[in-house]
Every structure is written in C-alpha cells, then in structure tokens.
C-alpha cells in the first residue's frame, strides 16, 4: 500500500536546543513511539541531535514525527487532523514539514524518480543536498510536462527551464518517448500528470534558492 510522502528541512540550531529539551522533559510519552530498547534508543536520539538532527537515521526520525503527529493531531479541528499545528509544533523544534505528497500520487512519483536514478546513474538518499535534489525536480517537470502539452500555463514555465537546463530537459524526454507505449504509461500520466506537475513546481519553488539538505521520510 502506497504511503505519503513528506520533505523536510531542518534547522539543526533549534532541534540542538528545543527538541532536545522537548525530548528530555517529555521523556515518558516519547519513549511510547520508539522500538525495542526504548530508554537506550532515547539516549542514542539525544546524543545525536548534540552533533545534527540530519545525522539521525529514517527510521530515528519517523519515530518523533509520529509522536508529534500523536500529540499534536490530536486537537483536531471539526473533527479533522489539525496539521498546521504538527508542522508548527515541528517548525518550533527544528523542522521543517514544507511539503507532502499524497498517497494516490508516491507509487508514479517513484517510478519517475527510479528512472532519474538510472539514466543519471546516482541515488538520492533519504538525506540530500538541495542541489543534487533540484536537478531531480527540474527533470521531473520536464518528464510530466510531456503529457501536459496542451496546457499553455505549464509550457511556459518549462520552456524557460528549458533554456536554462537543456542536458536535463534532454534527458527527460529521451526517458519519456522510451517509455511512452508502456502499458498502462500514458493513462497514468494523463490522470496525474498535471498534479505531479504541480506538485514537482511547488518543490522546486520551495528549494531551488535553499542550500541545504533536503530530507523524504514517508507515513507507515
């Protein structure tokens, strides 16, 4: 079953500070999210974000962003989760939840990123610099532009792209005619195309002027 995916940034000052104080007066109710071995786990989160949030592991940080989705989804509002207040409360402790991907979306977002990896012969890691991740997001616009090639609105965003990356805009649509009499390739695109496409334009407006690591985690 797909899972959605969330991207992070991190401030590693403030999670040195107040996250780790969060953790620290906090300590029972944490330790309920963490796996076997809990108050050794604990110790080992705490020691980290001493050095850098961005050196805890996936699974490290899944486990306090489903305690602040716990403690902070809580206060629902009219009986619906109350996001704001996780990616506030998240924000104040030194992270920055600034976008997610619906499930319906994860299983075609990851096909175009493992066809990225492959063509580009690279791996985006659960942790990477926002260079290396806006390269990724600049082929992707491309790739799902493809299908959107009636819509004026979005041609002229990657036509100034273009201009700007033509090797990634090549490569793109090298990948995208290879692939496009796949069973089942051309209606998936044409059904999701234009959100993936917004969605890729909404991550790279969020990263393209940003210098530092860029963090995908998804909800299990």
């Known amino acids: 079953m797909a899972e959605e995916l969330y991207f992070l940034k991190t401030n590693p000052l403030v999670a040195k500070i107040n996250l780790y104080n969060k953790l620290c007066n906090e300590e029972d109710d944490v330790l309920r999210f963490l796996n076997e071995d809990k108050k050794t786990n604990l110790e080992v989160i705490k020691n980290k974000l001493q050095d850098s949030i961005e050196t805890l592991s996936p699974e490290e940080l899944r486990q306090l962003f489903d305690w602040f989705k716990f403690q902070y989804n809580s206060a ?87 201009s700007q990356h033509p090797s990634i805009y090549e490569s793109a649509q090298s990948v995208f005619k290879e692939k496009i009499n796949h069973t089942g390739f051309t209606e998936d695109l044409n059904t999701k195309g234009i959100i993936l496409f917004d969605n890729f334009s909404e991550l790279y407006d969020s990263t393209k002027f940003y210098k530092g690591s860029i963090i995908q985690i998804t909800d299990v």
């Open 76 to 162: 629902s509002v009219n009986g619906n989760l109350n996001n704001d207040e996780v990616k506030t409360q998240l924000y104040i402790n030194g992270i920055d939840l600034f976008h997610e991907i619906p499930s319906n979306l994860t299983q075609t977002f990851d096909r175009i990123l493992n066809d990225y990896e492959k063509v580009n012969q690279t791996h985006l890691q659960y942790l990477s610099d926002a260079e290396k991740f806006n390269k990724f997001l600049l082929y992707a616009l491309f790739y799902t532009s493809f299908a959107l090639e009636d819509d004026s609105e979005k041609r002229i965003l990657t036509d100034y792209l273009k």
